[in-house]
């Protein structure tokens, strides 16, 4: 049984752009419903949302018939979360609050199976090896493997270069609401020193040869970050899109003016 291959990753290799939304909503007929929409990717959160190892599992589950990538946010750098995760087959993980090279190096390292790395084995166990049927997993799993960073701290910021030269770091994503706050403006995520900060950044990743990501739901952001070189853009959230949607169908009736 062959090795699952990692289309995302390589389309940033080749620095293809790939447009995706985030999903927050822990429930595998909704991520069902959204891989048929015509996104390259969906942004699983871990971290933020109620997600686990098994809700995250039925996701890719849902996800695995569909022409859609699965990016995977954990809640943090933790060796042992990040082996879980790995073992249910998720092939691209992304990092969050990243601030140095030894942190995104020891993210490497819980990637990869001694002694190139210290991932735990259980092969015989995970649906990422096809329960020990999927040939020569544990030798050659890393190449398709994407192993992506968060950046969202001025410190992260400051030591962004070291972190981009990290082997094994295929690609940094930036979380502009935290980088605003580590800045002192907390909720102004869009003030033009954090996304001067941003753009810059952008700018050092794709000097480093690294792929660069965001989330941002403004269009004219969306367009700018493109030009300056980031290839994986989260453009949505299925929360505000489903509360959006519905708030409006309420107001539209119910704002109505009454018959008289």
């Not at 946010?73 to 082996?83: E, F, L, T």
């Not at 040939?135 to 030591?159: A, M, T």
């Not at 979380?175 to 050092?204: C, F, H």
Request: charged letters at 20%.
């Amino acid at each position: 049984m062959q090795l699952p291959s990692n289309g995302f990753k390589k389309a940033l290799k080749e620095r293809r752009v790939q447009i995706g939304l985030w999903k927050g909503l822990p429930d595998a007929y909704t991520s069902e419903l959204l891989a048929s929409t015509g996104f390259d990717w969906l942004g699983i959160d871990a971290e933020h949302s109620p997600n686990d190892p098994r809700t995250v599992l039925a996701q890719l589950q849902a996800l695995a018939a569909y022409p859609i990538h699965a990016l995977v946010r954990v809640v943090s750098d933790d060796v042992a979360v990040i082996k879980q995760y790995l073992d249910i087959g998720v092939q691209t993980l992304l990092v969050p609050m990243v601030e140095t090279a030894e942190q995104a190096a020891r993210v490497v390292a819980a990637t990869r199976y001694p002694p190139q790395g210290i991932r735990g084995v259980g092969t015989a166990l995970a649906r990422a090896a096809r329960w020990n049927q999927a040939d020569g997993y544990l030798e050659h799993n890393h190449e398709q493997l994407c192993v992506l960073v968060q950046v969202e701290s001025v410190r992260g910021l400051e030591n962004l270069r070291a972190i981009c030269e990290v082997d094994g770091i295929d690609g940094v994503f930036f979380g502009p609401a935290d980088l605003a706050a580590s800045m002192g403006m907390i909720g102004r995520s869009t003030d033009a020193a954090v996304q001067s900060a941003i753009d810059a950044g952008i700018k050092t990743i794709c000097a480093a040869g690294k792929a660069a990501g965001i989330l941002t739901t403004d269009r004219q952001l969306v367009l700018k970050h493109l030009q300056l070189g980031a290839t994986f853009v989260a453009i949505g959230v299925d929360t505000l899109l489903l509360s959006s949607a519905a708030k409006d169908l309420a107001d539209s009736i119910k704002r109505r003016p009454s018959a008289g």
